[in-house]
């Protein structure tokens, strides 16, 4: 299994500033995904990284608003950039393991934006 | 577009019954499905998966049944506990060139009675 570390687990922050979520995993993983989860609603996939590329946004989502590190197979961070108030939601990290079909989740970063 | 969906958005149970979990999805090329719980203030935790070319797969205290026919996924919770209470989440995984995209599901929020 893997054990992710997220942090921060929760921050408030002012509108137009910028909030870096860091992920570190306990072993080496080639994908690591990044979601958005709305209190009392499901995950909505951001972006994928992946060690030594670009990552792989999905739609509604741009580098600009969401810059995206990977510089080892162990660690990723996302920023939310130029935050505003629909900013406010849960971010989380997770990382494929074994055969890919279990996914292991940081325990997220309640991220409020005032 | 491809979306994973579920019938109903809270379950409440009593305490030692079984407990069904359905969901809906559309994407028939999707090569896994899985079930995830959530408690509050955590990241999302792996239950059981299940291939698309197997029907039932048991694991402990849980069963998933797959029905490509009427493409609809469903989770069994044998003797419901208090510990059960959360919100679950099915998720279809699609594989393809070395790389899993998860999608999921709207989620439904189990309450156990005592």
């Known amino acids: 299994s893997a054990v992710i570390s997220q942090k921060p687990s929760r921050d408030i922050c002012q509108r137009g500033t910028s909030l870096t979520i860091q992920c570190q995993v306990d072993s080496q993983v080639t994908m690591m995904f990044w979601y958005r989860q709305q209190p009392g609603q499901s995950l909505t996939l951001i972006a994928t990284a992946n060690q030594g590329s670009e990552a792989t946004y999905e739609s509604g989502f741009v580098i600009d608003k969401f810059p995206i590190s990977r510089p080892n197979l162990t660690f990723s961070t996302l920023t939310v950039s130029n935050l505003s108030p629909e900013d406010s939601s849960i971010y989380l990290c997770s990382a494929p393991w074994g055969a890919g079909t279990e996914a292991f989740f940081g325990q997220g970063t309640r991220l409020t934006v005032v | ?114």
């Open chain 2, 1 to 114: 577009g491809e979306s994973v969906g579920l019938h109903l958005p809270t379950l409440s149970v009593q305490e030692g019954d079984n407990s069904i979990i359905n969901c809906a999805y559309s994407n028939s090329a999707s090569d896994y499905f899985i079930w995830y719980k959530q408690e509050s203030g955590k990241g999302p935790q792996f239950i059981i998966d299940i291939r698309s070319n197997m029907d039932k797969r048991q694991g402990q205290r849980v069963t998933v049944l797959l029905n490509k026919t009427v493409k609809h996924l469903s989770l069994q919770i044998a003797a419901t506990q208090p510990g059960d209470s959360a919100v679950y989440f099915c998720a279809e995984i699609s594989m393809g060139s070395g790389t899993y995209k998860y999608i999921f599901g709207t989620g439904t929020r189990l309450k156990v009675l005592a």
